[in-house]
């Protein structure tokens, strides 16, 4: 029988749940990045990028946070994807291209079903529909231009900047110049042409960030980064 010492000695979380939705998402980007050492701290970079995109265009603030914590569990889905694939060093096969390509599925799956997650235009879509194409070329279902959601959206043109800054097994981080060119080159068929005007008004503030993080302590939360970004 387990003594009442120990009973009473578990800590109950405190009437307000000091661990919010914002810092839980966070929790779980991290680890799914940590699944692959490529990835290091990418899911932060597109909650960040994402963040500052939503608030460029506008949104709200409730819109702008909501799609910050979709950027934190763009990736989540990854869970479901075998190791194999994950942290292979080369290029993947047909049917782990397959396998890959559904990872934006498994992450809505698992988080449609948490109430305030699955609203239409809500964090699980945004996370189903992150590799979408504006031209209908993308997956999981082919959606097209508008068709998409706007968190969606974004999430896309934040997820090609990680994408291209970071260090990948076949390549280093891409120059700011060629990433800039390179998004230029695919708005209005890969990403949405709206959103990536966005992104060339406020580029510069996204690439000075990006620098930034590299030097950055990581004791420092990352509200505190937010912070030095809009203050």
């Excluded at 995109?53 to 914590?69: K, N, Q």
């Excluded at 390179?182 to 620098?211: A, C, Y």
């Excluded at 950055?216 to 970004?229: F, Y």
Aim: aromatic share 6%.
């Amino acid at each position: 029988m387990t003594p009442v010492a120990e009973i009473s000695a578990i800590t109950a979380p405190a009437s307000d749940f000091s661990i919010s939705v914002h810092h839980f998402a966070e929790a779980l980007g991290e680890a799914v990045d940590i699944k692959d050492q490529y990835t290091h701290h990418h899911s932060q970079e597109v909650a960040v990028i994402s963040f500052l995109l939503a608030r460029a265009i506008g949104l709200d603030e409730a819109s702008c946070t909501a799609v910050h914590i979709a950027g934190h569990l763009h990736d989540l889905g990854k869970i479901g994807i075998s190791d194999l694939v994950l942290q292979k060093n080369g290029p993947l096969t047909a049917s782990e291209w397959a396998e890959m390509r559904q990872h934006p599925r498994y992450g809505y799956n698992i988080l449609h079903q948490i109430p305030g997650l699955s609203a239409t235009n809500g964090i699980a879509e945004m996370v189903l529909s992150h590799h979408e194409r504006f031209d209908g070329g993308g997956y999981p279902q082919g959606l097209q231009g508008t068709a998409i959601p706007l968190g969606g959206r974004i999430l896309a043109v934040a997820d090609t900047i990680s994408a291209m800054t970071g260090k990948r097994s076949y390549r280093k981080p891409l120059p700011w110049e060629v990433v800039v060119d390179e998004l230029k080159r695919v708005s209005g068929f890969q990403l949405d042409p709206f959103v990536i005007d966005i992104f060339l008004t406020m580029n510069e503030q996204i690439h000075n960030w990006l620098l930034r993080e590299n030097y950055l302590s990581e004791t420092m939360s990352e509200t505190e980064r937010l912070h030095m970004i809009l203050t």
